[in-house]
């Protein structure tokens, strides 16, 4: 093979699995192109993660995608209740439940969609489709890997079951748990996929998806709620009842719940595997009858009968039954020379806190940009990448202590510590704001702050490291339009620079010295974008006038202030998704503590936040230097 045989790309990414299609999106936005090899022909039918975080959904976001998240990726859950007790009954009362709907974190976001997986990757793929700069490949297998100090080359087997050949400055792996890379090319060169610190977690669980048919007085005359004025659909929804649960049934745990759109009446049930017990065999029909269904017989006398109501068998249409094995593990290097592993092929978890496809997404937003300057800039890129690997070891590990916390309360056995537990929770609930801070979950902790080692690209002295909120807008000249503010500070038609300004004015009259600085600091970096810089402004801080629509010369496009929850609320952004209750328009100013300059990452962390021009122009000159 001559070199003017192979094709060359920037980045090559291995599989298109939710990491390697927000991977292949994010670096479109930046002007970076890649191929995306995906071994299958189309995108896997079986729907696996069914819940995706309020981080999850800003990423979402971030690619244009948000108005096909809640109506057809899946909807917001509106609790997710942990029942305890050894019953199998779905209305039990819960033992406390964390309450989702709201958008109380850092994202203005629900705190979780119930989504369908394929549906999910299909919106993904499509960003990546409607490129110029990125080729999805499928039925494309990679067979093998080397590089040299300038690029790696890949061989691929094509859907005709021709070798190919490609060169790209990198390899990103994201070709999941049992992927070729790690195994075959890193994990010669001393990658392993090692325990999780925290968790050694090791167990195997049944994942059934359920298609649910709804039984008619036709279709199943003899059914009896039929005769007490129940509908299809309110037998459906006492069947099979909205939100999520975790049945810490110390018998056998358990997990369920709908997820996809309404429409699609799809249902999610998992149970544990106990010891001795054989997974193949735990997956049958017979073994389903016996664990799963009792779930779905009600007493007859919760309805004055004196038979038992069972939901009709032939109403459930099985589309999964598969023994899974669930543990958390992470790989000890995510990145080696030109190779990088992300998503699944660099760590996995179990499911209690629906931080698989979420952590995959983190790791791919954050390798983005990365990627990015290291393929048009000859800067340390082992370093740069063990940075990205530090930071997310930080996050992965937050992630994994609510996936084990959740895993702790399903999974637990022993009786007397669980009635401890029951007690406390009990107790802890007597009191207001300790039951709203147990409903909030893993969003009652303060936004990730990466605790500052060598290597991460950001000024920890300048409070850098912080995941920065977002919130609602609204435009001083578009007569009140209403954005979420990620929209407008990575504003595409604002260019690929990487680093943008956000500029947080407590009142208009900042406006003018505000403009001068970023003027003055202008032309010192290529990466950060300072002319397109938004402005915010306090709603509350403004003149009623400037409300109505006065905008100061020259700037009004680029000037916001902060809009309420009942402005979302009346706004098109507001559709399919409930009110933003406890939502706070002002969190970016308290998370700036009083800064007026924000330095903000294309992974949504702030690398600096300053107050005067000299300590941007400080910031912005050490930017140039870490790059
Ligand atoms: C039963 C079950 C329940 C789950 N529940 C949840 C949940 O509720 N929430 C959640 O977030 N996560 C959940 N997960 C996990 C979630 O599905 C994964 O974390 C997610 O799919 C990982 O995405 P990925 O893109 O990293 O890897 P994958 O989705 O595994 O994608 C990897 C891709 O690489 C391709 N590939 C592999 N080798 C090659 C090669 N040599 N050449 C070309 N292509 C290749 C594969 O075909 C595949 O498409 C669950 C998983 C299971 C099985």
């Known amino acids: 093979m001559t070199e003017e045989d192979r094709e060359t790309t920037q980045v090559l990414i291995c599989g298109c699995g939710p990491t390697g299609a927000l991977l292949a999106g994010y670096l479109c936005r930046m002007g970076i192109s890649s191929i995306v090899l995906e071994k299958e022909a189309s995108i896997v039918t079986d729907p696996r993660g069914i819940v995706l975080d309020d981080d999850g959904i800003r990423f979402l976001q971030g690619l244009g995608l948000y108005k096909h998240i809640f109506a057809e990726i899946g909807p917001c859950i509106d609790r997710v209740r942990f029942i305890g007790g050894e019953h199998q009954d779905l209305g039990r009362e819960p033992i406390f439940s964390i309450d989702i709907g709201t958008s109380e974190g850092n994202t203005g976001h629900p705190g979780m ?4 997986q394929p549906t999910l990757e299909k919106y993904l793929r499509r960003v990546v489709e409607f490129s110029e700069l990125s080729q999805i490949r499928t039925r ?79 279709t199943h005359p003899s059914f009896p709620l039929w005769a007490l004025g129940y509908s299809p659909q309110q037998v459906y929804e006492l069947f099979f009842p909205s939100g999520f ?39 049958q029909l017979d073994k389903i009858r016996e664990v799963v269904f009792p779930y779905f017989t009600h007493p007859g006398k919760r309805y004055d009968l004196n038979i038992d109501v069972k939901f009709p068998e032939d109403c459930i249409e099985i589309l999964r039954s598969r023994p899974f ?30 931080q698989g496809i979420a952590s995959g997404f983190r790791d791919a937003i954050s390798l983005a940009w990365r990627l990015a300057i290291a393929c ?47 007690w406390a929770l009990w107790t802890l609930q007597l009191i207001p704001s300790w039951k709203h801070w147990l409903e ?107 409300v109505d629509g006065a905008i100061p010369a020259g700037f009004g496009d680029r000037l916001f202030r902060s809009a309420t929850a009942e402005e979302f609320a009346q706004s098109e952004l507001c559709i399919d998704r409930p009110f933003p209750r406890g939502y ?44």
């Open 113 to 116: 969609i119930a989504h369908k």
């Open 140 to 218: 494309c297998t990679l067979t093998s890997i080397h590089e040299d100090k300038d690029w790696v080359y890949v061989t691929y087997v094509d859907s005709t079951g021709v070798e190919r050949q490609v060169k790209s400055r990198f390899l990103a792996a994201a070709d999941g748990k049992t992927g070729f890379t790690r195994k075959n090319y890193l994990e010669p060169k001393g990658i392993r996929l090692e325990w999780a610190e925290q968790a050694k977690y090791d167990e195997t669980w049944v994942a059934l998806n359920w298609k649910i048919h709804l039984p008619t007085p036709e």
């Open 245 to 283: 649960r975790l049945l810490c049934n110390p018998r056998r745990s358990a997990v369920c719940g709908r997820f996809g759109p309404p429409e699609d009446r799809l249902w999610r049930f998992e149970f544990v595997v106990s010891p001795g017990e054989d997974e193949m065999e735990m997956a």
């Open 325 to 354: 094995r669930f543990y958390a593990r992470s790989c000890n290097k995510w990145a080696l020379g030109r190779v990088i592993l992300c998503g699944d092929a660099a760590h996995v978890f179990p499911p209690f806190g629906g």
């Open 376 to 422: 048009r800039s000859d800067v340390d890129y082992d370093q740069l990448f063990m940075g990205w690997y530090l930071e997310r070891k930080q996050q992965l590990e937050r992630s994994l202590a609510s996936t084990v916390r959740n895993g702790d309360m399903v999974t637990s056995s022993n009786r007397l510590l669980i009635s401890i537990r029951d």
């Open 440 to 546: 909030l979950g893993p969003r009652a902790e303060a936004p990730v702050s990466y605790k500052y080692v060598m290597g991460m690209p950001f000024i920890p002295e300048k409070r850098g490291g912080v995941y920065f909120p977002q919130t609602y807008c609204a435009s001083l000249s578009e007569t009140n339009r209403i954005y979420f503010t990620d929209d407008v500070i990575f504003d595409q038609n604002q260019g690929t620079k990487l680093f943008r300004v956000v500029v947080l004015l407590n009142r208009l009259d900042e406006l003018a010295h505000a403009v001068s600085d970023l003027q003055a600091v202008g032309g010192i970096s290529q990466d950060v974008h300072l002319d397109g810089s938004a402005f915010f402004v306090p709603k509350g801080s403004l003149p009623d006038s400037a």
């Open 584 to 627: 706070n328009e002002l969190l970016m100013w308290q998370a700036s503590k009083g800064m007026r300059y924000v330095i903000l990452r294309p992974d949504r962390f702030v690398f600096a936040m300053c107050q005067s021009r000299l300590e941007l122009e400080q910031a912005i000159k050490r930017l140039v230097e870490i790059f």
